[in-house]
């Protein structure tokens, strides 16, 4: 699936569009009446998980499991983590990739609206 810019798309339509049957889980960073309405792409018995802090916290519907959690290191969901990417597919979005020396430049583009993560690049 392409990324979706929650700024200029429609996430509900991009979501259903890429499993009209429902999306099967959901990670979630804000909350607000834009965030719930994209919920309720997931199907019947789905997940939404979403990081405690957010505010306010996503209303998910009825027939779906929310869960908030903590971001506190942890070896085995770690381990967990890297099976499943190393199981695939996993794609990551990179919206701009910076060299070291431009750190700071990476650091302040954290203000902007992207589409997708930024990267350092180590110098080779």
């Given amino acids: 699936m392409p990324p979706v810019d929650g700024h200029k798309d429609d996430i509900l339509a ?3 569009a890429f499993a009209p049957q429902g999306v099967d889980a959901a990670l979630v960073t804000a909350g607000g009446p834009e965030v719930d309405k994209a919920l309720t ?12 802090g957010v ?9 779906v499991k929310a869960q ?8 085995q969901v ?3 983590l890297n099976r499943l990417i190393d199981a695939g597919p ?25 589409l997708g993560k930024l990267a ?4 080779a």
């Fill in 14 to 16: 991009a979501a259903r």
């Fill in 41 to 52: 792409a997931l199907r019947e018995g789905g997940r939404v998980a979403f990081p405690n």
């Fill in 55 to 63: 505010n306010p916290a996503p209303k998910a519907p009825n027939n």
């Fill in 68 to 75: 908030s959690y903590n971001g506190q290191p942890n070896r």
């Fill in 78 to 80: 770690f381990e967990k």
């Fill in 90 to 114: 996993f794609e990551v979005h990179i919206a701009r990739t910076f060299t070291l020396e431009r750190a700071a430049d990476a650091q302040r583009s954290l203000n902007e609206h992207y």
């Fill in 120 to 123: 350092l690049q180590p110098s």
